[in-house]
């Protein structure tokens, strides 16, 4: 079975699938941010990328820098094989929890 | 105008983050202060948003030493006061040993991934000041939920338990600054190998 995803390595998998060539920090950060609709701690996404790239389902490499980041490089990242197989179980195991309910859920909270 | 972060912020994130990943990290950071929070929230609040930031990754880093730090203190003092003894030395003596042992790691640790002599010095007053509060925590909920136990029968009663974490705090981080030595020092040793 592959790696079993949280909520926010989904978010930020995700936000990399998403963002495809364009994915480095500040926009990973971004896309999270709208997507979860709350304010983020670039830290917090920083820390996950380091750990879903120490469980090999992200790789990394630098690219350039820009004047505004005072030349200082981007690192790019983009999702292993074994990332997209990561959240395709998540997704699986989501939907298996929902089966036979209908969404929203009624009754008494 | 300036359109930079304060330097001092920059210098310590440059100390605790990883050498390899402080050029990406901290570029991500400064478009961020330029692109859209300066613009949007001017200079006294976007260099406080900065300053938060930094601190954020720094706490984020310290909080497993300060949690271990707190762990062993509270674990300490529970068992003195469920198990009393009449000689506490060779406790005192394990508890010290193991403090120190787990600021000197932590310190080198961080220093050993940042390159920086500084770096035990800023985990050392970050995870010492955290590690006090939730030793704190621990302690008086371990209190609370004593009925019946008086705390002087531990080595040192109530003072041990709300005054010695916050006295802690500066020789925490003169033992983690050794370990920063020897870490950054290591690091330097191993890399002219």
Redesign the interface.
């Known amino acids: 079975m592959a790696e079993i995803l949280g909520t926010f390595e989904q978010a930020v998998l995700l936000g990399i699938v998403r963002l495809a060539d364009d994915a480095y920090g500040r926009a990973i950060l971004q896309e999270v941010e709208m997507r979860l609709k709350r304010e983020i701690a670039p830290g917090a996404v920083q820390a996950t990328l380091d750990r879903l790239e120490n469980k090999g389902l992200v790789r990394s490499q630098l690219g350039s820098g820009t004047p505004i980041r005072a030349g200082r490089p981007r690192r790019y990242y983009r999702v292993e094989s074994s990332g997209v197989r990561a959240l395709n179980d998540a997704r699986k195991t989501v939907e298996h929890l929902w089966r036979g309910l209908s969404w929203p859920l009624k009754g008494h909270a | 105008m300036r359109t930079?972060p304060p330097v001092w912020a920059e210098a310590i994130l440059r100390t605790f983050l990883k050498a390899e990943?402080f050029?990406?990290?901290?570029?991500?950071?400064?478009?961020?202060y330029?692109?859209s929070i300066l613009p949007a929230r001017g200079l006294l609040r976007a260099d406080r948003w900065y300053v938060s930031?930094v601190f954020?990754?720094v706490l984020?880093g310290a909080l497993p030493w300060a949690a271990l730090f707190a762990g062993a203190a509270v674990a300490r003092n529970t068992l003195d006061w469920l198990n009393p003894a009449t000689d506490y030395h060779a406790r005192a003596l394990t508890s010290t040993a193991l403090a120190v042992s787990i600021l000197l790691v932590a310190g080198f640790w961080t220093a050993w991934r940042s390159g920086s002599f500084l770096a035990g010095a800023v985990t050392g007053l970050s995870a010492s000041t955290v590690a006090a509060g939730l030793t704190i925590l621990g302690n008086a909920v371990l209190l609370a939920s004593s009925f019946g136990i008086d705390p002087a029968q531990g080595s040192g009663g109530l003072d041990e338990l709300f005054h010695l974490p916050l006295m802690l705090i500066l020789p925490g981080m003169a033992v983690c600054s050794i370990g920063g030595f020897l870490g950054a020092g290591a690091r330097r040793f191993s890399r002219a190998l």
């Open positions: 930079s990943s050029p990406n990290v901290s570029g991500d950071l400064l478009e961020q330029r692109d930031h954020g990754f984020r």
